[in-house]
């Protein structure tokens, strides 16, 4: 008699489970636009919501602990012209996260420390360059402030958030739509997928082509009859990919392994409605005591539930298998570093004792060609010091604090004329009330 021999694997128990009401957020109007991206991004402090907008396009940005229902007044990020269609966190700074929008452009926001008590219409800088919509957004995993955007235009193009500047533009190199984008691990490589159905390696720094076309796949699962397109999340800590079907129920997860036949199904988490996009949290942002290994952010039509996968343990001790050294906040190389050909890996962090977030600084951009208009001419030998205090240029501190101000008091008025909204809302209902 021959016996089937089960693969040793610690992740065959992974247990997925969605959390109580009270612990999701509600009343949430999810974004109906018509694209295929995860429509939420998460990091340890903030979950953001792309959300429904008239006049334009808007995301919510809720602090983690702020569960239950959401007002509908609670103010948002709104200031593309066109719906958004795609956002993501930076991986260095808690505090920065960038949208793409059918207006064309990708913005970089800077969220106050506890979260928005006023709408948000300024972003730091505003990157033009994409001709259509851009649907992709995805920051380097270890360089500080580059960016990757991807539009309708086929082309992609990476920034220096810091200048402002579009420093790569990787043209003439997709025949069709970028279905999506990602780096590798130390974002020396990019990889996408086109609708050509074609997947594509580039090195985007000598702007070649090094891999295409694979031709014959190491694996083929078959998943299902589902046409919904699929959201993969990959744990390089725990080689886990988790799949979520878009318009589906279920999430299943697979082990990735050296040796044939490579990808291993472990189980799958169920539930009853279908999820409209999905959000994964970083993770230094698990809880490390309850063995989480991943959690989602499950968005419904009116809701955003969190998922959490856990490995079940009885020891109440730290579980060093299931927490290897992880990618922390800290940047390995700066931007100028890497687009001059330097290549940083992921600098890892111990969750041995909880991750601990740090005070993130603000992001500055300094434009170049603001530098240049901003230096102050050399003095010349006449100039008395009557003439120059009465210099018409502000200084380069003014102008940012004149800008800061101004920031502020749009933000007020856009505060006031929503409470006026809400007023006159609520009159008009007292009045029905009243007859």
């Given at each position: ?10 992740f065959?128990?992974v247990?997925?489970q ?15 636009v ?16 792309i ?9 919510l ?6 569960t239950?229902?959401?007002?509908k007044a ?6 593309h ?9 930076c991986p260095h700074?808690?505090?920065v ?11 970089v926001?800077?969220?106050p420390?506890?979260?928005?008590v006023?709408?948000?219409a300024?972003?730091?800088?505003v990157?033009?360059?994409h ?12 360089a ?13 193009i990476?920034?220096n ?14 025949p069709?739509?970028?279905?999506s ?9 990019i ?7 074609n ?18 796949p190491i ?6 009859t ?9 744990d ?6 988790y799949?979520c ?5 279920s999430i ?19 539930s ?6 999905m ?7 698990l809880?490390?005591?309850k ?11 009116r ?7 856990t490995?079940p343990?009885?020891?109440?001790l730290f ?7 992880t990618?922390?906040?800290d ?11 330097k290549?940083g ?14 005070k993130?600084?603000d992001l500055?951009?300094?434009?170049k060609s ?19 205090k009465?210099?018409?240029?502000p200084?380069?501190?003014?102008e940012?604090?004149?800008?800061e101000?101004?920031?502020e ?6 505060l006031?004329?929503?409470q ?9 209902e ?6």
């Amino acid at each position: 008699m021959f016996r089937r021999v089960v693969r040793a694997s610690k992740f065959r128990h992974v247990f997925g489970q969605a959390l109580k009401n009270d612990q999701c957020y509600d009343d949430i109007r999810v974004s109906r636009v018509t694209w295929d991206s995860s429509f939420c991004a998460v990091n340890p402090k903030f979950v953001a919501i792309i959300i429904e907008a008239s006049g334009g396009g808007a995301f919510l940005v809720l602090p983690l602990l702020k569960t239950g229902r959401i007002d509908k007044a609670y103010p948002t990020v709104c200031g593309h012209t066109g719906p958004v269609l795609d956002i993501d966190w930076c991986p260095h700074n808690d505090h920065v996260i960038a949208s793409g929008s059918e207006d064309c452009t990708v913005m970089v926001w800077q969220i106050p420390e506890n979260g928005l008590v006023t709408p948000l219409a300024e972003p730091v800088v505003v990157l033009e360059g994409h001709s259509k919509r851009v649907g992709i957004i995805t920051w380097h995993p270890t360089a500080r402030n580059v960016l990757m955007s991807a539009g309708c235009d086929n082309l992609i193009i990476i920034w220096n958030v810091g200048t402002g500047e579009a420093m790569i533009q990787l043209e003439d190199m997709h025949p069709d739509v970028i279905f999506s984008a990602c780096w590798s691990r130390n974002g020396a490589l990019i990889c996408t997928a086109c609708k050509d159905k074609n997947i594509r390696v580039i090195d985007p720094r000598k702007e070649k082509i090094v891999a295409k076309s694979m031709e014959e796949p190491i694996s083929v699962h078959e998943l299902d009859t589902s046409n919904g397109v699929l959201l993969p999340f990959y744990d390089a800590d725990t080689n886990i990919v988790y799949l979520c079907g878009k318009g589906d129920s279920s999430i299943r997860y697979f082990e990735i392994t050296d040796e044939a036949p490579f990808v291993h199904y472990l189980n799958t988490f169920s539930s009853k409605e279908p999820q409209r996009g999905m959000g994964y949290m970083p993770k230094r942002g698990l809880d490390v005591n309850k063995c989480e290994i991943a959690r989602f952010y499950k968005l419904h039509e009116r809701k955003c539930e969190p998922i959490i996968m856990t490995v079940p343990r009885k020891s109440d001790l730290f579980q060093d298998d299931l927490y290897p050294d992880t990618a922390g906040p800290d940047c390995a190389i700066e931007a100028e570093d890497w687009f001059d050909g330097k290549n940083g890996e992921p600098i890892l962090i111990s969750l041995k004792n909880g991750y601990v977030p740090g005070k993130n600084r603000d992001l500055k951009v300094v434009k170049k060609s603001n530098v240049l208009e901003g230096k102050p001419a050399k003095k010349a030998a006449n100039t008395s010091p009557a003439e120059s205090k009465a210099s018409p240029h502000p200084s380069i501190q003014n102008e940012g604090k004149l800008e800061e101000l101004l920031r502020e008091v749009k933000s007020l008025r856009d505060l006031v004329t929503l409470q006026d909204r809400r007023i006159a809302k609520l009159e008009d209902e007292m009045s029905k009330v009243a007859i």
